[in-house]
């Protein structure tokens, strides 16, 4: 009987095994996704402090927002008349390139000259013929067809469009899409193409069908505000961002304690990209227009909308939610600081949604499991050792295996990150290693009662 | 009542010549369109080719944000943001809105804008 038990165990543990390999790959009700994306997220809102601002200089977003329509006395969607005004300021404090983040599927005032589209049209003209490229928000699918929405075409014949819908690769951003009208590049691509005409860059693909074959971008954010928004903007809400290591320590004790932490007054974290209200372009005084002027000239500029209930938001791991064409503003920040050597995920195999990384996950999972039955046979044959030995053996042993396995993750998560792939699921494998340390401190109250018998 | 007569026809009269002496002083962008009506470029003309003294403006369209100027002999209209204009059309101070971040990840808003009138107009 006793002789039966080793080969039950080893059988019950490679079933056990099995079936935790089948978890982990298919992912039944997508708990490993959610455990890959929150630690994702974690190890984004880490690397934020220490991402390079090379792209920060060279990008602003003009939002148009509430107060903006409030102070002209005006509604949402803002009429052709105070876009054709708001761009035709925006075209004065000479732009590097333009990405308008609003999809005009409708013309309101068709029939109304002084209204309609064509005055805007106008004004984007006028972009064409200063040489600023302006790229325009476009779904990829063929207007009116089934009830679709896209570009009217009087403001597409004086722009190049840009895609900004796309799906099947949740939170990671495309180059390029194959859509109905064709292959299509998206903002961030297009206007990286604009930068690397007077930048050089190493590595951009020739055309769209090149940039097709290139993986998403797993965007990397940011998080310190740039020096020079505060120029024009009252920044004194915004959180301070300290050291690497300080952040490091924040983020950390922020990510253990959050339901611990309710202090609503907390200094909120502020965008890392140059932020304009569209209200800023109105200026007047000639030196307010000189400083907007050195803000926007030779920017790329990415024009959006923060406006109650409009819905345009996307969710960024350090910052909550912000208006949508953040996203496309740090996808291009992305790239010009790591050109095309950008984050990304592994390729998956075959037609599968499953990639060497999760491999790697399932085998530090494996390298565990392994630690466990290697300590508990160690544990098995020190039990009548003395007291000593026993906690060298039983304790000490276990949590030096588990520091040199944190050593190991973190070292590979280093290479990974140092390599530009996405991490594997840290918190995932650092919560199944906590295994190694609860079964080192389990014998301890043992050890020591029988010590303090003995002692007595 | 005649005094009050009087002293509106002035202050109308004071308006009508302030918005008659707003000058064109300098072209600031260079090439400077030159526009219809609706803000279509008509023609661009070169900086320095610009006028180089001071023109009236003889119309302010202030829903499209363009001024109507005599060059040449011919009404043209301009942007004024290629223009120096003296005394100013309007007056906008910098905002210095206060500069928000994740504020929008704390509140829910379940609503979808409603629109009114507004697309009427």
Same mark, same amino acid.
């Given at each position: 009987?006793?002789?039966?038990?080793?080969?039950?165990?080893?059988?019950?543990?490679?079933?056990?095994?099995?079936?935790?390999?089948?978890?982990?790959?298919?992912?039944?009700?997508? @708990?490993?996704?959610?455990?890959?994306?929150?630690?994702?997220?974690?190890?984004?809102?880490?690397?934020?402090?220490?991402?390079?601002? $090379?792209?920060?200089?060279?990008?602003?977003?003009?939002?148009?927002?509430?107060?903006?329509?409030?102070?002209?006395? +005006?509604?949402?969607?803002? #009429?052709?008349?105070?876009?054709?005004?708001?761009?035709?300021?925006?075209?004065?404090?000479?732009?590097?390139?333009?990405?308008?983040?609003?999809?005009?599927?409708?013309?309101? &005032?068709?029939?109304?000259?002084?209204?309609?589209?064509? @005055?805007?049209?106008?004004?984007?003209?006028?972009?064409?013929?200063?040489?600023?490229?302006?790229?325009?928000?476009?779904?990829?699918?063929?207007?009116?067809?089934?009830?679709?929405?896209?570009?009217?075409?009087?403001?597409?014949?004086?722009?190049?469009?840009?895609?900004?819908?796309?799906? /099947?690769?949740?939170?990671?951003?495309?180059?390029?899409?194959?859509?109905?009208? /064709?292959?299509?590049?998206?903002?961030?691509?297009?206007?990286?193409?604009?930068?690397?005409?007077?930048?050089?860059?190493?590595?951009?693909?020739?055309?769209?069908?090149?940039?097709?074959? $290139?993986?998403?971008?797993?965007?990397?954010?940011?998080?310190?505000?740039?020096?020079?928004?505060?120029?024009?903007?009252?920044?004194?809400?915004?959180?301070?961002?300290?050291?690497?290591?300080?952040?490091?320590? $924040?983020?950390?004790?922020?990510?253990?304690?959050?339901?611990?932490? &309710?202090?609503?007054?907390?200094?909120?974290?502020?965008?890392?990209?140059?932020?304009?209200?569209?209200?800023?372009?109105?200026?007047?005084?000639?030196?307010?227009?000189?400083?907007?002027?050195?803000?926007?000239?030779?920017?790329?500029?990415?024009?959006?909308?923060?406006?109650?209930?409009?819905?345009?938001? +996307?969710?960024? #791991?350090?910052?909550?939610?912000?208006?949508?064409?953040?996203?496309?503003?740090?996808?291009?920040?992305?790239?010009?600081?790591?050109?095309?050597?950008?984050?990304?995920?592994?390729?998956?195999?075959? $037609?599968?949604?499953?990639?060497?990384?999760?491999?790697?996950?399932?085998?530090?999972?494996?390298?565990?499991? /392994?630690?466990?039955?290697?300590?508990?046979?160690?544990?098995?044959?020190?039990?009548?050792?003395?007291?000593?030995?026993?906690?060298?053996?039983?304790?000490? &042993?276990?949590?030096?295996?588990?520091?040199?396995?944190?050593?190991?993750?973190?070292?590979?998560?280093?290479?990974?990150?140092?390599?530009?792939? +996405?991490?594997?699921?840290?918190?995932?494998?650092?919560?199944?290693?906590?295994?190694?340390?609860?079964?080192?401190?389990?014998?301890?109250?043992?050890?020591?009662?029988?010590?303090?018998?003995? /002692?007595? | 009542?005649?005094?009050?007569? %009087?002293?509106?026809?002035?202050?109308?009269?004071?308006?009508?010549?302030?918005? %008659?002496?707003?000058?064109?002083?300098?072209?600031? %962008?260079?090439?400077?369109?030159?526009?219809?009506?609706?803000?279509?470029?008509?023609?661009?003309?070169?900086?320095?080719?610009?006028?180089?003294?001071?023109?009236?403006?003889?119309?302010?369209?202030?829903?499209?944000?363009?001024?109507?100027?005599?060059?040449?002999?011919?009404?043209?209209?301009?942007?004024?943001?290629?223009?120096?204009?003296?005394?100013?059309?309007?007056?906008?101070?910098?905002?210095?809105?206060?500069?928000?971040?994740?504020?929008?990840?704390?509140?829910?808003?379940?609503?979808?804008?409603?629109?009114?009138?507004?697309?009427?107009?």
């Amino acid at each position: 009987m006793s002789r039966r038990l080793p080969c039950f165990s080893l059988c019950g543990q490679l079933v056990m095994g099995l079936i935790f390999v089948l978890l982990a790959l298919l992912d039944p009700f997508g @708990l490993s996704s959610s455990s890959d994306q929150a630690s994702e997220q974690w190890l984004n809102r880490m690397f934020a402090s220490r991402y390079e601002n $090379k792209g920060q200089h060279e990008i602003a977003v003009v939002l148009l927002d509430d107060a903006y329509l409030q102070r002209n006395h +005006t509604y949402w969607p803002l #009429p052709y008349d105070e876009q054709s005004k708001l761009f035709k300021r925006l075209l004065a404090f000479k732009p590097g390139a333009v990405f308008v983040d609003f999809l005009y599927s409708h013309d309101h &005032s068709a029939d109304d000259p002084l209204k309609g589209s064509q @005055l805007l049209a106008n004004v984007f003209d006028r972009y064409q013929r200063r040489g600023i490229p302006l790229f325009l928000a476009n779904t990829g699918q063929v207007r009116g067809h089934d009830g679709r929405a896209n570009t009217i075409p009087a403001l597409t014949d004086v722009s190049t469009p840009a895609l900004v819908a796309w799906s /099947g690769i949740g939170e990671r951003y495309p180059l390029a899409v194959d859509t109905s009208l /064709g292959a299509m590049e998206t903002p961030a691509l297009a206007l990286y193409r604009q930068y690397c005409s007077s930048h050089g860059c190493v590595g951009l693909p020739s055309d769209t069908t090149t940039a097709l074959a $290139k993986p998403p971008v797993a965007i990397q954010w940011g998080l310190k505000v740039p020096p020079e928004q505060a120029d024009v903007a009252n920044a004194k809400d915004c959180a301070l961002s300290g050291s690497a290591f300080d952040e490091f320590w $924040k983020q950390l004790s922020r990510a253990m304690f959050w339901r611990l932490d &309710s202090n609503d007054d907390e200094r909120q974290v502020c965008r890392y990209t140059l932020t304009l209200t569209a209200s800023d372009l109105e200026v007047t005084d000639e030196k307010d227009r000189a400083l907007i002027g050195r803000l926007l000239a030779g920017r790329m500029v990415l024009v959006g909308a923060n406006i109650t209930s409009a819905g345009d938001l +996307t969710e960024s #791991p350090v910052h909550g939610q912000v208006p949508g064409v953040f996203l496309h503003a740090m996808a291009l920040d992305n790239l010009i600081t790591m050109g095309m050597d950008y984050d990304r995920d592994p390729a998956s195999f075959g $037609k599968t949604d499953i990639n060497w990384q999760d491999l790697f996950g399932l085998l530090l999972v494996g390298m565990i499991a /392994g630690l466990k039955a290697f300590h508990a046979q160690i544990a098995h044959k020190a039990r009548r050792k003395g007291w000593l030995t026993r906690i060298r053996l039983e304790v000490l &042993s276990r949590l030096l295996s588990w520091i040199v396995l944190i050593a190991f993750l973190w070292l590979l998560s280093r290479v990974l990150n140092a390599s530009h792939y +996405t991490p594997v699921n840290v918190l995932g494998v650092l919560l199944i290693s906590l295994v190694l340390v609860g079964e080192a401190l389990k014998p301890l109250p043992k050890i020591i009662i029988r010590r303090y018998q003995k /002692g007595i | 009542m005649f005094r009050l007569t %009087a002293v509106l026809i002035a202050v109308l009269a004071s308006q009508t010549c302030a918005a %008659a002496v707003a000058n064109v002083e300098a072209f600031l %962008a260079d090439p400077v369109s030159i526009l219809d009506d609706q803000g279509k470029v008509e023609r661009e003309i070169a900086r320095k080719d610009a006028p180089t003294q001071v023109l009236p403006i003889l119309q302010y369209n202030e829903a499209l944000e363009l001024v109507q100027v005599d060059m040449a002999g011919r009404k043209v209209w301009l942007d004024p943001m290629d223009l120096r204009i003296n005394p100013p059309l309007k007056v906008v101070q910098m905002p210095c809105e206060r500069l928000s971040g994740s504020e929008k990840g704390l509140e829910k808003n379940h609503s979808t804008m409603g629109f009114g009138e507004g697309c009427n107009k």
